[in-house]
């Protein structure tokens, strides 16, 4: 876990997205000890007071939960298109029915997304964190700056 976050930490140029990260990590860090008492979980905790990068800590609750790789994946995957479509529907009053629609077609991408992502993580495992995929996103690096500074910010990340 300690290389996976230092991994994160280094393909994340954005102090404001690395701080979200590790927010919202330290948030599903509690919730999945008090759901899945893990040892790993508790070592995590322990290495990481001010929380890991949320996908680290995801990848530890999904093995404290049972799950493989393609599976955590998956919820990573969906967490990723299902929040900002429920964000739509609060924000822009677009129609709920519609936007689980729009997810519901997006489902054979994610599937896709999921198995690369999946393969990825073994390839790690084979070569380090270097085989990981590090695509950037300069604007979103940017935007989540600006978004920062704020007075009033709608969202945490």
């Known amino acids: 876990p300690g290389v996976l976050d230092a991994a994160a930490d280094a393909r994340t140029p954005s102090p404001a997205l690395r ?20 040892p790993g979980l508790e070592q995590l905790a322990a290495a990481f007071p001010r929380g890991a990068h949320q996908p680290v800590v995801l990848g530890l609750t999904a093995r404290a939960a049972g799950l493989g790789p393609q ?12 929040g900002p479509a429920t964000a ?19 489902a054979p991408e994610l599937d896709d997304i999921a198995a690369r992502a999946a393969e990825a993580a073994h390839q790690a495992l084979l ?4 085989a990981l995929p590090a695509a950037s996103s300069p604007l979103l690096e ?16």
Request: charged share 25%; aromatic share 8%; hydrophobic share 50%.
């Open 88 to 106: 739509t529907v609060r924000l822009l009053g677009l129609d709920p029915f519609e936007a689980s629609g729009v997810l519901a077609r997006l």
């Open 19 to 38: 701080t979200a990260a590790r927010r919202l990590g330290r948030q599903l860090l509690r919730a999945a000890r008090a759901t899945w008492p893990d």
């Open 142 to 157: 940017i935007a989540a700056e600006v978004h920062a500074d704020w007075p009033v910010r709608l969202f945490a990340s």
């Open 127 to 130: 070569d380090g964190v270097e």
């Open 71 to 82: 599976d955590a994946a998956h919820v990573a995957a969906y967490e990723s298109v299902g």
